[in-house]
């Protein structure tokens, strides 16, 4: 059974960083793209970031890029996302999401699987 689990999430000041986990069992690993999505109250689930299995490469969307890092440890079936200089627009739940490729993706409609939510809230 594929299972994917996100936490990590919490309450943090304006400025502050956290980092979120997915943890990913019942499918081989390194053949997944991970993608991390949000949704923000009110609004549509939206693609942030992606990761390949393959060979390691990334994705941001221009409104984390520079802010944000996934990264993935392959050995423990869990991809990473390090979130700093953290604004209030960032508060949402955050979703981890994945699909067998090769080349990365943050459009939602591409993957197959997904962990639940963890609320990201960002004080100001």
């Known amino acids: 059974e594929v299972q994917l689990q996100a936490s990590g999430g919490g309450l943090v000041q304006a400025g502050g960083s956290l980092r979120l986990s997915c943890a990913a069992s019942?499918?081989?690993?390194?053949?997944?793209?991970i993608g991390w999505f949000r949704q923000a109250p009110g609004k549509e689930r939206v693609g942030i970031a992606s990761i390949s299995g393959f060979d390691g490469s990334t994705f941001y969307v221009n409104s984390v890029r520079g802010r944000f890092t996934v990264s993935r440890d392959n050995a423990k079936n869990t991809v990473y996302l390090q979130m700093s200089s953290l604004k209030p627009e960032d508060t949402a739940v955050y979703y981890c999401?994945?699909?067998?490729?090769?080349?990365?993706?943050?459009?939602?409609?591409?993957?197959?699987?997904w962990g639940q939510g963890t609320q990201v809230t960002v004080s100001s």
């Open positions: 999401a994945a699909v067998m490729a090769r080349i990365i993706s943050t459009m939602e409609s591409t993957y197959d699987y």
């Open positions: 019942g499918f081989s690993f390194d053949d997944y793209v």
